[in-house]
């Protein structure tokens, strides 16, 4: 986003932007904002004063430029690839598609829509999962922690019931106890690590989301739902692949053999039991929440169809494939 008054660049003057028209998308100075507020037809629009976003958030109201092709804006939605693409795209990567149609027609009441809804949803149920997830983890360490601390003072009981030289045996039984406990908690806090971060990224998006619908346009939110689908459906799938969550048991066979024989004080043995867990149930809330919302946007581009005509004339990929339906 460039810091200049947008009207006033198209007339060759160079003007500070003090306020964000959400729905026009401009920037506007001081005198420029006077007579957007006099004009009936922006009367009503969404403006925001910038001293209240900063640089990094204002970056996310635009619509954002193509990766492909940097000056181009990302206008489009092919809806054969359910793709968000650009003008130029339309043309080199796309020119074969029937259905497309221009993100302003499509994103037309999308903050009520059940895209919308659906994006809230998913997000409840992903950082849900993440807490359970990682509130079971956490579980499981501490009672790893308590148990290795338990079996230590069995092994300290046992230990007096024996000589001097069984000393070096219990060194060898402690370590094996102490690999037990570390293979496991290591192996929860990496799980735990990833989850933490994934519940970070999904937090951040959730306030990106909340800030574009407060501050951003429609097509704006169209295009951010859009992506956040796919990174959704990726967070999804790495939730259904989580293992369940396994307890662990710590136990001590002490011996029972000749002192003079003894070659070990106890014998360790770890028994593993998987916890029932209620995330089953709600990942098939989730997937009907996914099929409910793949429903609504099928509807919405067969209604989409209807504008495409009419919104990409100028285009003349669109124009091609869509002369049999014109007809």
């Known amino acids: ?30 005198k420029c904002l006077k007579d957007h507020k006099a004009m009936k037809l922006t009367q009503h629009h969404h403006v925001t004063e910038m001293t209240e ?148 990224e999904v937090e951040e998006d959730d306030n990106t989301l909340q800030f574009i619908t407060d501050n951003g346009s429609e097509s704006r939110l169209f295009t951010f739902l859009k992506k956040q689908r796919r990174k959704q459906d990726e967070i999804m799938k790495m939730l259904a692949d989580v293992p369940p969550t396994s307890r662990v048991k710590i136990s001590l066979e002490e011996a029972s053999h000749g002192i003079k024989a003894i070659k070990a004080i106890g014998f360790l043995s770890v028994h593993y039991k998987i916890v029932e867990s209620k995330r089953s149930a709600k990942r098939s809330t989730t997937k009907k929440d996914l099929d409910n919302t793949a429903q609504a946007v099928s509807v919405q581009r067969k209604t989409s169809y209807n504008h495409i005509n009419r919104v990409l004339t100028t285009v003349p990929i669109a124009e091609r494939n869509l002369t049999t339906n014109t007809a």
Request: glycine letters at 2%; proline letters at 2%; a negative charge.
């Open 1 to 30: 986003m460039d810091f200049v008054c947008n009207p006033c660049e198209r007339r060759n003057i160079v003007s500070q932007l003090t306020h964000w028209c959400s729905d026009c998308e401009d920037g506007l100075c001081g």
């Open 53 to 200: 976003i900063s640089v990094e958030k204002s970056k996310l109201l635009s619509i954002p430029q193509c990766n492909k092709h940097p000056d181009c804006r990302e206008d489009f939605l092919c809806l054969d690839h359910d793709l968000i693409c650009c003008h130029t795209c339309l043309q080199s990567d796309h020119k074969d598609c029937k259905n497309v149609s221009n993100v302003n027609v499509l994103s037309k009441g999308v903050s009520k829509s059940e895209l919308f809804s659906s994006n809230k949803r998913t997000v409840q149920e992903v950082r849900e999962s993440l807490k359970e997830i990682i509130e079971e983890r956490q579980s499981v360490k501490e009672d790893v922690t308590k148990q290795q601390q338990r079996i230590r003072m069995e092994i300290a009981n046992t230990k007096s019931k024996f000589m001097e030289h069984i000393n070096n045996l219990e060194k060898t039984l402690l370590k094996e106890l102490s690999n037990i406990e570390k293979e496991n908690t290591s192996f929860i806090l990496e799980e735990m690590t990833e989850l933490l971060k994934t519940d970070k």
